[in-house]
């Protein structure tokens, strides 16, 4: 394993997306932001089955940077309760992760 994460974000659209990814690339918090529209996400909320169309932000960063991500996330998220998860990097290529990890420092 390594000590990078992939970083599942949702958002509304694609510029509330491209600018939690921008924010979080200027601040060295994640590496690069991948945006990725046209999700359909079908979800429990307040008791209710909704649906919506979303965007999906993926970022990498190192494991060590994503407390500080999920409160940046919290402060220009226009939801209540935003996804913030975290997946484990099981294995990669060496000088992907390397520049990952040298891009947050």
């Known amino acids: 394993m390594t000590d990078c994460v992939v970083v599942l974000v949702t958002a509304p659209d ?3 997306a491209a600018r939690i990814a921008r924010t979080l690339v200027e601040e060295k918090l994640a590496a690069c932001g991948n945006v990725l529209p046209g999700v359909r996400s ?3 909320w307040q008791g209710n089955v909704e649906e919506a169309q979303e965007t999906l932000l993926v970022l990498k960063t190192a494991r060590a940077r994503f407390k ?3 409160d940046r996330v919290r402060a220009l998220h226009p939801y209540e309760v935003p996804e913030v998860v975290a997946v484990p990097i099981e294995a990669g ?3 992907y992760l390397d520049w990952v990890v040298g891009s947050l420092y």
Do not use: M, S
């Open 93 to 95: 290529f060496d000088g």
């Open 68 to 70: 500080e991500i999920v």
């Open 14 to 16: 694609a510029d509330t």
């Open 42 to 44: 079908i979800y429990r």
